[in-house]
């Protein structure tokens, strides 16, 4: 090997061990476990469960009538939302008194819902245990929807399984949810406004309440857990 070829064999090596030097030098140093934004949403003394304690608290009842809510709680529609309001009522609610604006939204714009992780693990532990589930929504209903659909294949329910979605939003009070509630004998209602909450309370059952995502159009957010209500941990997604 010639001079010239050690010499630039030599550069190359330190130069190329100057750059894991390098390298080594921008990676910091892991001094604590670290926290994802998840991990975030546990931090206040509320009275916080999961899926698991929910399902063992179960354990020795029969099988029961449940509710959920839908937007925030079971699926993530907010990009339908947003889009309604860019489309209909840029800088105002007033979309949301529109017949057009329901007719794309419980149809068409489904697709653009994201089903909820812990909306899937919920119904489907509900499910195993034999209840009958049904879905309350403060949408307006409209002539036709696949809301129903959409929910039924989104958290993997078997067809006979399915029961029509409620549009509460159709009642002379907006939002009545406590007269479904009675009506199909709900034990247990899960929800993410407060709305939901005090619709179980003022039929003294079991209301749950479900985290809503921190970038949901439905602002402002809720405070979850100050009626004293059960809160499901990481349920914001």
Excluded at 209 to 223: C, D, F, G, H, V
């Amino acid at each position: 090997m010639s001079n010239i070829v050690k010499i630039f064999s030599m550069i190359t090596f330190v130069l190329g061990l100057n750059g894991v030097v390098q390298a080594n030098e921008f990676m910091p140093e892991r001094v604590e476990s670290g926290v994802t934004s998840a991990d975030l949403t546990v931090r206040h003394a509320v009275h916080w469960v999961s899926v698991n304690q929910i399902k063992k608290s179960l354990e020795d009842q029969p099988p029961m009538a449940v509710g959920f809510d839908v937007d925030d709680t079971v699926i993530f529609s907010s990009p339908g939302f947003y889009r309604g309001k860019s489309e209909y009522s840029p800088g105002n609610e007033s979309y949301l008194k529109k017949t057009e604006f329901w007719e794309k939204m419980n149809n068409e714009w489904n697709k653009f819902s994201i089903p909820k992780k812990i909306g899937i693990e919920l119904v489907q532990m509900h499910i195993k245990r034999g209840d009958n589930i049904y879905f309350i929504t403060g949408r307006t209903g409209t002539k036709k929807e696949s809301v129903t659909q959409h929910i039924q294949k989104s958290l993997h329910i078997p067809e006979d399984k399915m029961n029509i979605v409620i549009f509460a939003g159709d009642e002379p009070n907006k939002n009545d949810k406590a007269s479904w509630i009675k009506k199909h004998n709900l034990k247990i209602y899960y929800g993410d406004a407060d709305a939901d909450i005090m619709a179980a309370r003022e039929l003294n059952i079991r209301g749950i309440r479900i985290l809503r995502a921190s970038n949901s159009t439905y602002q402002p957010l809720p405070k979850a857990g100050k009626f004293g209500e059960e809160v499901v941990v990481k349920s914001d997604y």
